[in-house]
């Protein structure tokens, strides 16, 4: 556990955000990371998606766009699209 009590979640990627994983350099991958972390330790971060229990993650600084929704129990974020 963190020294605040709180817990990273466990981030699972499904297939679509695995495929445009493969595609991203190495470089690309490393801002995506930490896009990842951030989610995992907060995943309010995102803005919600009007009617849908989807939420958008912008990081402009690093360039990168996640698009996720976390489970009820706030455990697992699974991310369905990924940007770099």
């Not at 989807?54 to 402009?60: G, N, Q, S």
């Amino acid at each position: 556990m963190s020294p605040d009590g709180a817990r990273r979640s466990r981030v699972v990627l499904v297939e679509p955000a695995l495929t445009q994983l493969e595609k991203l350099t190495g470089g690309e991958t490393h801002r995506l990371d930490r896009a990842i972390v951030a989610i995992s330790v907060n995943p309010e971060i995102g803005t919600p998606v009007p009617d849908t229990l989807l939420r958008d993650y912008v990081d402009e600084v690093d360039s990168v766009r996640v698009i996720y929704y976390v489970t009820a129990l706030r455990t697992i974020t699974i991310v369905a699209y990924v940007e770099a």
